[in-house]
């Protein structure tokens, strides 16, 4: 009797134990559920069509040239902490580290939910891209350096910055979250002495939110400094063969110049730091 008493005690508690397990797994796809929806429903669409492309600031902008692209989805947002850590968590991944390159450790007020996410190199972030398509069923990837552009100038032609051609303090009005330079520590007024949640800024043309500054963003291109003597007409990728990856956009130390929707920068695609992260895009479905 005895024996049989502590048997049905152990069966209950392994039975009770294995439905903590479950549920607790199944909170977890709840929320992992609930990130994706949220991911998704900030895809924004961007109209096919002719653009012109480059600037004429540096010589791997110019010359500027016409391009064409098929409709696309692009995020409204950087990618944030909260989601790329989810990625982490449920494809046993590790979470961004300090950087390797002698960069400084960011920050505690650069961290958090809405923050966007920083210390991926170019690898990681097409692993959160994998990650996307395979819980969706889409194609989520890196946005083509075209795409970037594109959708960083919201419809605007031969302007300097995603909201025209304006400072980006004009009339003490930040509409970027950016340095200027290396004295940002120093006199940064914007009210983020570092990076700033997403969305803190106003959305350009087409309603996406620090196509400018905050930070640097990821392409899926190889960088070519004759990229725009080169490059196709209809939907160009210039996914050749090169020792350096692009970063686009600038960040919040950066000085104004580095915000022009032109503006190329190449880095090893091994390269991390706390002033670059990334934003996606997938292609219509």
């Keep these: 009797m005895f024996n049989r008493c502590w048997i049905a005690v152990i069966i209950t508690l392994l039975f009770s134990f294995g439905i903590l397990v479950y549920n607790s797994g199944a909170d ?61 968590s449920d494809a046993g991944y590790n979470r961004p580290v300090d950087p390797q390159y002698g960069y400084q450790p960011p920050d505690e007020d650069m961290v958090g939910d809405r923050m966007p996410v920083m ?4 690898d990681d972030t097409e692993a959160f891209c994998a990650w996307l398509s395979k819980k969706t069923g889409k194609h989520y990837r890196l946005p083509t350096e075209a795409e970037w552009e594109k959708a960083a100038r919201g419809g605007l032609t031969c302007k300097e910055y995603p909201w025209g051609n304006e400072s980006p303090d004009a009339g003490d009005i930040y509409r970027a979250n950016y340095g200027p330079g290396l004295n940002h520590f120093v006199w940064k007024k914007d009210g983020y002495e570092n990076t700033a949640p997403v969305g803190s800024y106003p959305p350009n043309g087409y309603g996406l939110h620090d196509m400018a500054g905050n930070v640097w963003e990821w392409v899926q291109d190889e960088y070519r400094s004759d990229y725009n003597i080169k490059s196709s007409y209809k939907n160009p990728n210039g996914q050749t063969k090169s020792l350096s990856g692009i970063i686009r956009g600038g960040c919040f130390s950066s000085k104004s ?3 022009r929707c032109a503006k190329r920068y190449a880095i090893r695609p091994g390269s991390c730091s706390f002033l670059m992260g990334f934003r996606i895009a997938r292609d219509q479905e």
């Design 28 to 88: 977890d796809r709840k929320v992992t559920g609930k990130m994706i929806a949220s991911i998704e429903n900030n895809m924004v669409l961007i109209p096919a069509g002719e653009f012109l492309m480059g600037g004429q600031n540096a010589a791997n902008e110019s010359p500027q040239h016409k391009v064409y692209l098929d409709v696309f989805y692009i995020g409204k947002y950087e990618v944030t902490f909260e989601e790329y850590e989810e990625f982490c």
């Design 119 to 122: 210390n991926v190199t170019r």
């Design 257 to 259: 110049e580095h915000l």
